[in-house]
């Protein structure tokens, strides 16, 4: 009986002992690879849906000065992630004077949110665009203090 070839019970134990705490190693790290790809997919959704709301919100006069505007993101397009946006738009810089009135330059923030699992995310865009100084806007008190800070 000497001579059979196999392997001892000791030997087939040990070797079953490494093999499981290697796959429970990579069955770990597949899990929070998972979870990161899942982080940065809706990191991506939103930077691309802050863009084009940032995109909409430049090219529109529906958003005044001063007035912090809000809004959610459509869950379709958000690719099922709650967020949504703020945007405050607030003079940034007198420009020469126009043939209608003051030309200003508008600072564009604009602070996009979503949940992932119980915590908040946020990612904020700044931009600007031209526009014209109003009198309501010199009227405004934001406005009076900015200009003393100036």
């Known amino acids: 009986m000497r001579n059979q070839r196999g392997f001892t019970l000791l030997e087939v134990l040990v070797a079953t002992t490494l093999m499981g705490i ?4 990579l069955l770990s790290s597949l899990s929070v690879s998972v979870r990161n790809a899942s982080r940065l997919t809706d990191y991506d959704r939103m930077t691309v849906l ?11 006069q529906n958003f005044t000065r ?30 020469q004077q126009g043939g209608g009135g003051l030309m200003m330059l508008d600072r564009v923030e604009l602070e996009a949110w979503w949940m992932s ?12 665009r031209r ?17 003393a800070k100036r």
């Open 22 to 25: 290697a796959v429970a190693g």
């Open 50 to 60: 802050a863009h084009r709301k940032m995109d909409e919100i430049l090219s529109s």
């Open 66 to 95: 001063f007035t912090p505007v809000e809004g959610r993101w459509d869950p379709a397009t958000a690719g099922g992630v709650d967020g949504g946006w703020r945007v405050l738009i607030e003079p940034h810089e007198m420009l």
């Open 117 to 128: 699992g119980p915590q908040r995310r946020k990612l904020t865009l700044e931009s600007y």
């Open 131 to 147: 526009g014209v100084l109003t009198s309501n806007d010199l009227r405004h008190p934001s406005f009076m203090a900015q200009g």
